[in-house]
């Protein structure tokens, strides 16, 4: 719930902090030090639970490393925009998000996209697991997801220099094929070194994806009305991984598995290139979700709309001071998008004292 209200606030702050040509390098970056906590933490959880002996150490250091990152946002000087008006309220956020991305057709085709994306990457989420377990146990699991979260760090190191495709959506098509190919790579063998560098693939290619989606919205959204289509296009793009959660597990123990069993109707044919016996059936529906995915990133790039879906949407220009409604700022916006004069905004009231009713440093909701 919390990570709900933070990641926004933190994927706007980018936006603020960094000029337009180098945000892809600065996602990379932000993607880069998530990518060395997962794969660091757990190693040193596990080496701390050993030396220490108990949990009670751990849970001091997990809340004083919450302590460091927080004295580390203190140091960081978050622009002021400067509003003249109070916060909005949180409901009309929530309204104004929706209003704004269902009134432009490209953000909803991207939605609408990695809606199917996130599907498949919940499918990958709950494979992990009992891919590795029946047959190498739990040493084995920690070796192949540290592997694959140093896909993930690569995959941050490389765009920093690169910077990405110059067209984002072209970036994300493609590494979306990539994601496809990692699933597929994934259940292809019961080998580790196989099923880890598949992950490996799968995790750089979805955080080369992130960059490229931050950075199209980054520069494609205002900085002051980020916030709210940040959180919006999280939820809609988040909403399909609980299906995907919940239908791994039936399909492959009660549908795939018994095909890839000694003697299931595959185990002859399919059971031969991905084996037999248990954990195949998850190896099974791998292979077909990932196939699936990487014919999604195929279709991607031969529907016109998605694959150019930047040129219906104009760049944002940040304004230094803000002193309208966000509405208002949106209505210009919309404007702008629709090719008409923008709203001019309303006066502020001569009975107002300089700078009433701001909002502090920092952040205000619905950004």
Same mark, same amino acid.
């Given at each position: 719930?919390?990570?709900?209200?933070?990641?926004?606030?933190?994927?706007?702050?980018?936006?603020?902090?960094?000029?337009?040509?180098?945000?892809?390098?600065?996602?990379?970056?932000?993607?880069?030090?998530?990518?060395?906590?997962? #794969?660091?933490?757990?190693? @040193?959880? /596990?080496?701390?639970? $050993? *030396? =220490? +002996?108990?949990? %009670?150490? !751990?849970?001091?250091?997990?809340?004083?490393?919450?302590?460091?990152?927080?004295?580390?946002?203190?140091?960081?000087?978050?622009?002021?925009?400067?509003?003249?008006?109070?916060?909005?309220?949180?409901?009309?956020?929530?309204?104004?998000?929706?209003?704004?991305?269902?009134?432009?057709?490209?953000?909803?085709?991207?939605?609408?996209?990695?809606?199917?994306?996130?599907?498949?990457?919940?499918?990958?989420?709950?494979?992990?697991?009992?891919?590795?377990?029946?047959?190498?146990?739990?040493?084995? #699991?920690?070796?192949?997801? @540290?592997? /694959?979260?140093?896909? $993930? *760090? =690569? +995959?941050?190191? %490389?765009? !920093?220099?690169?910077?990405?495709?110059?067209?984002?959506?072209?970036?994300?098509?493609?590494?979306?094929?990539?994601?496809?190919?990692?699933?597929?790579?994934?259940?292809?063998?019961?080998?580790?070194?196989?099923?880890?560098?598949?992950?490996?693939?799968?995790?750089?290619?979805?955080?080369?994806?992130?960059?490229?989606?931050?950075?199209?919205?980054?520069?494609?959204?205002?900085?002051?009305?980020?916030?709210?289509?940040?959180?919006?296009?999280?939820?809609?793009?988040?909403?399909?991984?609980? #299906?995907?959660?919940?239908? @791994?597990?039936?399909?492959?123990?009660? *549908? =795939? +598995?018994?095909?890839?069993?000694?003697?299931?109707?595959?185990?002859?044919?399919?059971?031969?290139?991905?084996?037999?016996?248990?954990?195949?059936?998850?190896?099974?529906?791998?292979?077909?979700?990932?196939?699936?995915?990487?014919?999604?990133?195929?279709?991607?790039?031969?529907?016109?709309?998605?694959?150019?879906?930047?040129?219906?949407?104009?760049?944002?220009?940040?304004?230094?001071?803000?002193?309208?409604?966000?509405?208002?700022?949106?209505?210009?916006?919309?404007?702008?998008?629709?090719?008409?004069?923008?709203?001019?905004?309303?006066?502020?009231?001569?009975?107002?004292?300089?700078?009433?009713?701001?909002?502090?440093?920092?952040?205000?909701?619905?950004?």
């Amino acid at each position: 719930v919390l990570t709900a209200f933070h990641q926004p606030a933190f994927l706007a702050a980018i936006a603020q902090l960094v000029p337009k040509p180098y945000l892809p390098q600065a996602n990379a970056v932000a993607q880069l030090g998530f990518s060395v906590s997962q #794969l660091a933490a757990p190693v @040193a959880g /596990g080496a701390m639970i $050993a *030396v =220490l +002996g108990s949990l %009670a150490p !751990v849970v001091a250091m997990n809340v004083l490393t919450f302590g460091l990152g927080f004295a580390t946002l203190l140091a960081v000087r978050i622009p002021d925009r400067m509003f003249r008006r109070l916060e909005e309220p949180f409901r009309q956020a929530i309204v104004g998000g929706w209003r704004f991305i269902i009134r432009r057709r490209p953000l909803m085709i991207m939605i609408g996209y990695f809606m199917v994306v996130n599907f498949f990457t919940a499918i990958m989420w709950v494979s992990v697991a009992p891919l590795v377990l029946p047959t190498s146990g739990a040493a084995a #699991l920690g070796v192949v997801t @540290a592997v /694959g979260w140093i896909g $993930a *760090v =690569l +995959g941050g190191v %490389a765009v !920093v220099p690169w910077g990405g495709t110059r067209r984002r959506t072209i970036g994300m098509l493609a590494f979306t094929v990539g994601s496809g190919v990692g699933m597929v790579l994934m259940g292809l063998q019961p080998v580790l070194a196989v099923i880890a560098a598949g992950f490996a693939i799968r995790l750089a290619s979805m955080t080369i994806i992130n960059v490229h989606w931050l950075a199209l919205i980054q520069v494609k959204v205002g900085h002051e009305l980020q916030g709210r289509v940040l959180a919006t296009n999280l939820m809609l793009a988040l909403v399909m991984q609980p #299906l995907g959660f919940l239908i @791994a597990g039936p399909l492959a123990d009660d *549908v =795939l +598995g018994p095909l890839v069993e000694e003697g299931g109707a595959l185990a002859g044919t399919v059971g031969q290139v991905i084996g037999v016996g248990p954990g195949r059936g998850m190896a099974l529906l791998l292979v077909c979700a990932g196939l699936l995915l990487t014919a999604w990133g195929v279709l991607g790039f031969c529907y016109r709309p998605m694959r150019l879906l930047e040129d219906g949407l104009p760049d944002a220009v940040a304004a230094a001071e803000i002193d309208k409604d966000l509405d208002l700022v949106q209505a210009e916006a919309d404007a702008r998008l629709a090719g008409v004069p923008p709203v001019s905004s309303a006066p502020v009231s001569s009975g107002s004292a300089p700078g009433a009713g701001r909002s502090g440093p920092g952040p205000a909701s619905g950004r």
